[in-house]
């Protein structure tokens, strides 16, 4: 049996593929192209068993599917991604030998300066760096990517997405952020109003932006059409408490139920609020059609 071919490897969880996230992907992708070698990313699934997310489970920042296909699109050929509930308890050594050396056959490996593996984390990038040069791989680490002097990084884009900050997250993401999620049947009741919405449930384990109304984009088979987007209870036309996503799609008509839609949130209009019946809210969904509509012709 032939043995395959090494690989450039690109190393981390990369939640949210942020912009340092990128930069460590993009040099992998450099070093393949320098020696002819195929790019090849390791990550983790299992998200909320990650020492960093403490148990809680509103953190992710992208659904794994988004992850894996952005990670293709910046060049990565091969994904290797383990399920870390399953890893976890493996030394820093073993974890080298057996997924660096042993699944990806590693030539050349690159990890961002906070890169962490092993067994509680024990494993740092000089620690790598030292196994790597034991066992004849290339090693380059990437120092942090900072936006006007500021360290990018996912916590930091989670508490801009929980403010509302839609517009900065997608900065430091370098990419507006969204969610591509199934459009389920709702209550029909802004399809009476003159505005029909497409319904969706963000997931447990993903962040959650601050309720109220945003300025976004969707996009429908290949197509990207303005609109509108609501997160949260819906005070004035629900008795209940169940968070929701509605977003109005300007110029679409069709059914998308079942389909997986993604809404991109490009800016933060206002919080949610209750109002004095539907007559109240539809006037304020007007005002909110014409603020979006404004948006886009001063960008356009």
Same mark, same amino acid.
Request: hydrophobic share 35%; aromatic share 8%; proline share 3%.
């Given at each position: 049996?032939?043995?395959?071919?090494?690989?450039?490897?690109?190393? /981390?969880?990369?939640? /949210? !593929?942020?912009?340092?996230?990128?930069?460590?992907?993009?040099?992998?992708?450099?070093? /393949?192209?320098?020696?002819?070698?195929?790019?090849?990313?390791?990550?983790?699934?299992?998200?909320?068993?990650?020492?960093?997310?403490?148990?809680?489970?509103?953190?992710?920042?992208?659904?794994?599917?988004?992850?894996?296909?952005?990670?293709?699109?910046?060049?990565? &050929?091969?994904?290797?991604?383990?399920?870390?509930?399953?890893?976890?308890?493996?030394?820093?050594?073993?974890?080298?030998?057996?997924?660096?050396?042993?699944?990806? %056959?590693?030539?050349?490996?690159?990890?961002?300066?906070?890169?962490?593996?092993?067994?509680?984390?024990?494993?740092?990038?000089?620690?790598?760096?030292?196994?790597? &040069?034991?066992?004849?791989?290339?090693?380059?680490?990437?120092?942090?990517?900072?936006? %006007?002097?500021? =360290?990018?990084?996912?916590?930091?884009?989670?508490?801009?997405?929980?403010?509302?900050?839609?517009?900065?997250?997608?900065?430091?993401?370098?990419?507006?952020?969204?969610?591509?999620?199934?459009?389920?049947?709702?209550? =029909?009741?802004?399809?009476?109003?003159?505005?029909? =919405?497409?319904?969706?449930?963000?997931?447990?384990?993903?962040?959650?932006?601050?309720?109220?109304?945003?300025?976004?984009?969707? =996009?429908?088979?290949?197509?990207?059409?303005?609109?509108?987007?609501?997160?949260?209870?819906?005070?004035?036309?629900?008795?209940?408490?169940? &968070?929701?996503? &509605?977003?109005?799609?300007?110029?679409?008509?069709?059914?998308?139920?079942?389909?997986?839609?993604?809404?991109?949130?490009?800016?933060?209009?206002?919080?949610?609020?209750?109002?004095?019946?539907?007559?109240? !809210?539809?006037?304020?969904?007007?005002?909110?059609?014409?603020?979006?509509?404004?948006?886009?012709?001063?960008?356009?």
């Amino acid at each position: 049996m032939s043995r395959k071919i090494k690989t450039a490897a690109a190393l /981390g969880f990369f939640d /949210g !593929l942020h912009m340092g996230h990128k930069a460590v992907i993009n040099r992998a992708v450099a070093a /393949g192209e320098r020696l002819g070698l195929p790019v090849s990313v390791l990550t983790f699934s299992g998200e909320p068993d990650l020492p960093k997310f403490e148990g809680r489970r509103d953190m992710c920042l992208m659904t794994f599917g988004d992850k894996t296909e952005m990670m293709h699109q910046c060049g990565a &050929e091969h994904i290797a991604a383990y399920d870390f509930s399953r890893i976890k308890g493996l030394s820093p050594e073993k974890f080298f030998k057996k997924m660096i050396l042993g699944d990806l %056959d590693a030539g050349y490996v690159v990890c961002g300066e906070d890169f962490h593996f092993g067994k509680g984390g024990a494993g740092d990038a000089e620690l790598l760096g030292k196994l790597c &040069e034991n066992s004849g791989v290339e090693f380059e680490v990437v120092p942090a990517y900072k936006i %006007d002097g500021v =360290t990018v990084s996912s916590s930091c884009i989670r508490e801009l997405i929980r403010s509302g900050n839609v517009e900065k997250a997608s900065e430091m993401l370098g990419h507006p952020m969204s969610y591509t999620l199934t459009v389920h049947h709702g209550k =029909t009741i802004g399809h009476a109003m003159g505005f029909p =919405t497409i319904n969706q449930r963000i997931p447990d384990y993903m962040v959650r932006p601050k309720y109220g109304v945003y300025v976004s984009r969707t =996009t429908i088979g290949g197509k990207t059409y303005r609109s509108m987007t609501d997160i949260g209870v819906k005070p004035t036309v629900v008795s209940d408490t169940r &968070e929701t996503m &509605e977003t109005h799609i300007i110029g679409y008509e069709g059914d998308l139920y079942g389909d997986k839609v993604k809404v991109e949130l490009i800016s933060f209009m206002r919080d949610e609020k209750r109002f004095d019946g539907l007559a109240a !809210l539809k006037e304020q969904l007007s005002a909110d059609l014409e603020t979006v509509q404004s948006y886009f012709e001063s960008i356009s």
